[in-house]
């Protein structure tokens, strides 16, 4: 692995080029979305090209990068879905060249490519059991490579590059599994990250003797004004795709300044694509929202990419509803590990702890909260301890009914090995019949569904005019996402201590006030982390 530095974050480097550097500054994007990203359907090397708000997102992302220092070329993947985004740019940025690069296409994902993601376990269970696979030298039937083979391929190409282009910025085009790759070659403990965005920059500084640092990461304050926002991109190490995450990849790295050095802002941005839904993970249907809507959520963003648009945080004294702040519990060691917990009772390890303590100390300088409630499993009541004692000894209530869904036989085991260790159970779990239990007593989605609204609606009566905070659990609170979005489509991930507020009105109507806020992690090690996928481990 190549060595690294912690990314590199002050104001003075994103108003600079590199002329004269001794690295190349190199622009990693994502293309643009397509219509296999919207339906979740696995890419690999197959060729599908662009959809309408791909192409958007390719426009808004060249006008951006053409207000920016000097680029001296583009280099593309020769995956039509990238090379549309590559050209689409270098347009925007006055008629650049483009060059492409078949080492850096996707991953080739063998027998699964054209396959949904959701149906490989069922339809191709070996090729699926090669994907996931810890072994990175498994490669995948039919002809797919192996993550070392990917690692190999892309790397290479891109030192290639940097060692072309020294004291220059270039732009490279490629995928979601290409850049995931990236990232672990130059993050610090060779991890990657879980999900690239559509359109997304991602900047690397790549020196001659090998060393690669992350200037910068995830960040799209350019697509605020597409549709972008509302789509589910998919997850890119299924399908070169990206499941949003509302919007913790506009998080840079942990920075090197004190936090305050950094702005969180919370920006009102305006849903403009009502075509298409705010989150398509695991729903058959796609009905669309009556209209555009109007969402708030907190970004961090990095400079210079501020908003003008800041809207200061306010308390709820007086009004109609109640202010629910719903908290993810912290990481623990089974989040890490991708390890279901359901009921089972983990605690916190050392990360999910300063999470707590880091969430806590922000919600201190927010409005009055007036009481904590959690669920009863140690994991959330850590949380909410931690969080009550930062807050200035607030009382913390447990409720049985804020509980992770019970997860049956699924429980204790590594998400990736349930089909195969238990395929009645695997298929029980990612069945869409709402009502279908878990073997080994677990729940249906209906009856989570009906168990988390109502002890939320249940606290929304009883706090109309005030502040509380809701510590849970990712399946718990994807359906209280669900119960309040516009069209009831649930999110695909809830970071370990994201910031979900949901407005609460005593006739039963909820609102989405911010979703996904996880700015005050800046600090930790968290954006490293594993911590686990919530729809696998709670």
Same mark, same amino acid.
């Given at each position: ?40 359907? /696995? ?11 791909? #192409? ?31 050209? +689409? ?13 078949? %080492? ?6 063998? %027998? ?7 149906? *490989? ?72 990250? #879980? ?7 991602? /900047?690397?500084?790549?020196? %001659?003797?090998?060393?690669?640092? +992350? ?70 249907? #796609? ?44 990481? *623990? ?56 004692? #930062? ?87 994807? *359906? ?25 009105? %005593? ?32």
């Amino acid at each position: 692995m190549a060595t690294s530095s912690v990314p590199e974050s002050s104001m003075a480097e994103f108003d600079s080029s590199c002329v004269g550097s001794d690295y190349a500054e190199i622009i990693v994007l994502r293309h643009g979305e397509t219509a296999w990203n919207a339906d979740r359907r /696995i890419q690999g090397q197959l060729d599908v090209e662009l959809n309408d708000a791909g #192409r958007q997102q390719a426009a808004l992302l060249g006008d951006r990068l053409s207000k920016e220092p000097k680029i001296s070329l583009v280099y593309s993947s020769d995956l039509a879905r990238a090379y549309e985004t590559a050209q +689409i740019i270098a347009a925007r940025c006055g008629g650049l060249k483009v060059v492409t690069d078949v %080492d850096l296409r996707e991953r080739h994902l063998g %027998d699964l490519q054209g396959l949904v993601f959701r149906d *490989t376990a069922k339809l191709n269970p070996k090729a699926h059991q090669a994907f996931v696979s810890h072994e990175t030298c498994q490669e995948i039937p039919g002809g797919g490579e192996s993550r070392d083979q990917l690692h190999q391929r892309c790397t290479s190409s891109l030192q290639r590059i940097g060692n072309k282009h020294k004291g220059e910025r270039v732009v490279v085009v490629s995928h979601g599994a290409v850049i995931e790759t990236l990232d672990k070659q130059a993050s610090p403990d060779g991890r990657s990250v #879980r999900y690239v965005l559509n359109a997304s920059v991602n /900047i690397f500084h790549v020196y %001659d003797d090998g060393k690669w640092t +992350i200037k910068s990461w995830g960040d799209v304050s350019h697509l605020n004004h597409t549709g972008s926002l509302q789509s589910d991109f998919g997850r890119d190490e299924q399908s070169g795709q990206l499941v949003l995450r509302m919007l913790s990849a506009t998080s840079p790295l942990p920075l090197t300044k004190p936090p305050q050095a950094s702005q969180s802002a919370q920006l009102n941005v305006d849903a403009v694509r009502p075509s298409h839904p705010w989150q398509r993970h695991q729903c058959p249907s #796609r009905s669309p929202i009556p209209g555009p809507i109007s969402l708030s959520f907190y970004l961090h963003l990095n400079p210079p990419f501020r908003s003008n648009r800041i809207v200061p945080r306010l308390g709820c004294v007086g009004s109609d509803y109640a202010e629910i702040i719903v908290l993810r519990h912290g990481e *623990t060691a089974w989040n890490a590990d991708g390890r279901i917990q359901g009921h089972l009772d983990v605690e916190l390890n050392d990360a999910g702890r300063q999470q707590a303590a880091v969430v806590g100390d922000r919600l201190s300088k927010e409005p009055k909260i007036s009481v904590v409630y959690s669920s009863d499993l140690a994991r959330a009541y850590e949380t909410a301890q931690i969080i009550a004692a #930062r807050c200035g000894g607030i009382k913390v209530v447990t409720d049985v009914d804020l509980r992770e869904r019970h997860l049956g036989d699924l429980q204790g085991l590594v998400f990736r090995d349930t089909a195969k260790l238990n395929p009645k159970v695997h298929q029980a779990f990612v069945s869409r019949d709402s009502c279908q239990e878990i073997p080994g007593g677990g729940e249906s989605r209906d009856q989570l569904h009906q168990r988390c609204t109502s002890s939320v609606q249940r606290i929304g009566n009883k706090h109309k005019g005030e502040r509380v905070v809701l510590v849970s659990h990712g399946g718990f609170i994807r *359906t209280l996402y669900k119960q309040a979005s516009p069209d009831g489509r649930s999110v695909a991930k809830v970071l370990n201590t994201s910031v979900n507020i949901i407005h609460v009105y %005593d006739d039963g109507k909820w609102t989405i006030k911010s979703w996904g806020d996880v700015s005050h992690l800046n600090p930790t090690g968290y954006l490293q982390s594993g911590f686990g996928g919530d729809e696998k481990s709670g």
